[in-house]
């Protein structure tokens, strides 16, 4: 059992092969090795300093005094008790560094620092050779399996990445710091020494009062003076040191200021360099929520030049209805900050819009205005129009929705894109006024690519003739049935012909959808709301007629001629469509050539394969 001595401590291993460390005497001075139980024995090195005869024989005492005690108790539980006790004692005292303040252990006297200490890193290579070299030790599972998931933690790049930076902060925190200095007047001691010695006969202080007289020890002591009064000196504290230091420990929210000021300049009587300290209030304020993009569809036509409610005419934003905006800003609940879709580049500085119930505000008090006014109007041409509407027999219903909601003030819709899946097309719905080509134009699609477009086979309660398939022309279902799905909502729109019920079901649709193709609908305006509340992500296009005189030219083609009533009405209907379902369309397609409409109606179609498209947010959440 043997004791070994760290940087002048006395300390006990209870390894039978550890070495003692002789201390050195003054006249040689050697190397030791300092380490800590768990490290490798090479992780440093440092010299020990030249102490006088006494204290190194005082030293030598108590390390037999110790030894001897250790011989005699013979546990080696209590010896590795005391050792680690020992090792932990010594890894606490903070260190110190200085050739003029070192540290010693106030039980024992001996030197812990020293100026020449150096620390040497274990390596990444190394770590992984002693972990492989002990796993080959250890043989029971749980060791191997232990040794394993360490061995994979230390051959991780991010590990060796913290271990490599690990290494650098110990070396860069255990660097020695340069000597400060103790006192400035090193030549006066020595003079007062010399003084002390003058009269003595002893052969030592004869010797050290000769060493303190030579030159060469006056002038080292002379420079000692110089360099230690500069750096003792209290560096000078100034109103640039002082603003410094404040905005050094005051954060990057303490600000420094400075203004030159004339005496013109009326600011009190102050003059020359004026400084100031901007220090944040202690009255914390939560951040601002973040303004998050939204992006909308605008159901209204607006232009701000005619608005006199506009903050800045100049700043105002026109838009038409069905355009997509980008509202960047909500903070001011009345007027939004917005840009139109397509309009970033060109338009540097986000317009102004009506917030949504500021414009329904607008809009509720237009609508209280024009209703006062209706009583002014003739009650028996009102009444005639109003009977005239509930004589018309209406083939179709949309689970009775009225085709407009007169409550319902609509401003804007949130959007967001959509690209539709490859094997889930978008169903495709033509609307428009009666004689204006959807239905040829969904006939073409039909004929032209078979296996692209089918139509949605329609259920009904008349019986089946010989010539129909069930399934296949039309799903053939009972009266009670057909009621029971209506009043579940199962159908799109439904009707009643010669006391036979008939309508198309939103299952119809989607087993088309199912099966990859596109499905193709022609539908009323009823039907249109039920249709965008389902899941079928509906695809609107609106087949609007031409002029009057172009209309005529095109019914003529087809063999009819039509009066010119007949005509109005059709432009009359095309205009209440647009006014009370605009919100439901996608897009528009003027139908003034039937083969130029049905490219573009291609290309529309065509282009949901390609481009996402804005949707309703209600869709996708």
């Known amino acids: 059992m043997t004791t070994s001595h760290m940087n002048g401590h006395i300390t006990e291993d209870s390894d039978s092969e550890a070495k003692n460390v002789d201390l050195a005497s003054p006249e040689e001075p050697q190397k030791h090795r300092e380490m800590a139980v768990d490290c490798p024995g090479d992780l440093g090195s440092r010299m020990m300093p030249m102490r006088r005869s006494a204290q190194l024989e005082r030293i030598r005492q108590q390390q037999e005094d110790i030894r001897r005690r250790r011989e ?48 040497k890193t274990l390596e990444v290579e190394e770590l992984l050779t002693s972990l492989k070299h002990i796993q080959h030790i250890l043989v029971d599972p749980q060791s191997q399996e232990d040794i394993s998931l360490i061995l994979q933690l230390v051959q991780n790049t991010d590990f060796q990445n913290a271990f490599k930076i690990h290494n650098a902060v110990t070396v860069h925190m255990n660097k020695a710091s340069p000597p400060y200095p103790l006192i400035s007047n090193a030549q006066e001691l020595a003079q007062e ?11 030592d202080g004869q010797e050290l009062n000769a060493l303190l007289n030579a030159p060469h020890m006056q002038a080292l002591l002379l420079a000692h003076d110089k360099v230690a009064e500069q750096e003792m000196q209290p560096e000078p504290v100034t109103d640039e040191k002082i603003y410094e230091n404040v905005g050094v420990y005051g954060g990057e929210t303490v600000k420094i200021v400075r203004i030159e000021k004339a005496r013109d300049i009326p600011l009190a009587d102050m003059h020359g360099t004026l400084t100031f300290v901007l220090i944040p209030s202690q009255q914390s304020k ?6 998050t993009v939204i992006h909308v569809k605008a159901h209204f036509d607006y232009d701000p030049s005619d608005d006199p409610y506009v903050p800045c005419r100049e700043l105002g934003l026109s838009f038409q209805k069905g355009d997509i905006l980008h509202v960047i800003s909500q903070e001011d609940p009345n007027w939004w900050q917005a840009y139109r879709d397509g309009d970033e580049d060109n338009q540097p500085l986000a317009g102004l819009i009506p917030g949504k119930s500021f414009q329904q505000q607008r809009e509720a008090m237009k609508q209280t205005i024009e209703e006062d006014k209706e009583p002014e109007k003739s009650g028996k041409l ?24 007169n409550e319902e003030i609509l401003t804007y819709e949130e959007m967001s894109l959509y690209h539709q899946p490859a094997n889930r097309k978008r ?14 134009l969904r006939q073409r699609l039909m004929n032209n690519e078979v296996d692209r477009f089918a139509s949605a086979v329609p259920h009904t309660t008349r019986s089946r003739r010989e010539t129909e398939v069930a399934g296949r022309d039309y799903h053939f279902i009972s009266r009670q049935a057909f009621e029971s799905d209506i009043a579940a909502g199962k159908f799109i729109e439904y009707g009643e012909f010669e006391k ?22 022609n539908l009323h305006t009823q039907s249109l709301k039920t249709l965008r509340n389902s899941d079928l992500k509906p695809y609107i296009i609106f087949v609007a007629p031409p002029s009057q005189e172009r209309l005529r030219a095109l019914l003529a083609k087809e063999g009819k001629n039509p009066k010119p009533e007949e005509l109005r009405e059709i432009i009359e209907k095309t205009r209440e469509m647009e006014q009370n ?22 290309r529309l179609i065509n282009k949901l394969d390609t481009e996402p498209q804005w949707v309703p947010s209600t869709w996708l959440r």
């Not at 546990?75 to 303040?101: C, F, V, W, Y």
């Not at 019920?501 to 609908?521: A, E, M, P």
């Not at 050539?593 to 049905?598: H, V």
């Open 427 to 440: 169903p495709i719905v033509l609307i428009g006024p009666q004689n204006c080509g959807q239905n040829e």
């Open 581 to 602: 379902n605009g919100h439901y369309f996608d897009t528009a397609i003027v139908n003034s050539d039937l083969d130029k409409a049905y490219q573009e109606l291609l």
């Open 382 to 405: 009102w009444c005639a129009k109003k009977n005239k509407k509930k004589r018309k027999k209406v083939l179709y219903n949309a689970n009775k929705n009225d085709d407009y909601d």
């Open 72 to 119: 005699e108790e013979g546990k080696k539980q209590e010896l590795d008790l005391t050792a680690s006790m020992r090792l932990k004692k010594l890894a606490q005292i903070p260190p110190k560094t200085g050739i003029d303040n070192p540290i010693f252990d106030t039980e024992e006297g001996i030197v812990l620092e020293s100026p020449h200490y150096t620390v």
């Open 500 to 521: 036979n019920l008939y309508g198309t079901s939103i299952d119809s649709v989607r087993q088309v959808i199912n099966s990859g193709k596109i499905c193709l609908l």
């Open 286 to 291: 939560p951040p601002p929520a973040k303004e």
């Open 193 to 203: 020494v010399q003084s002390v010695l003058k009269p003595s006969h002893h052969k």
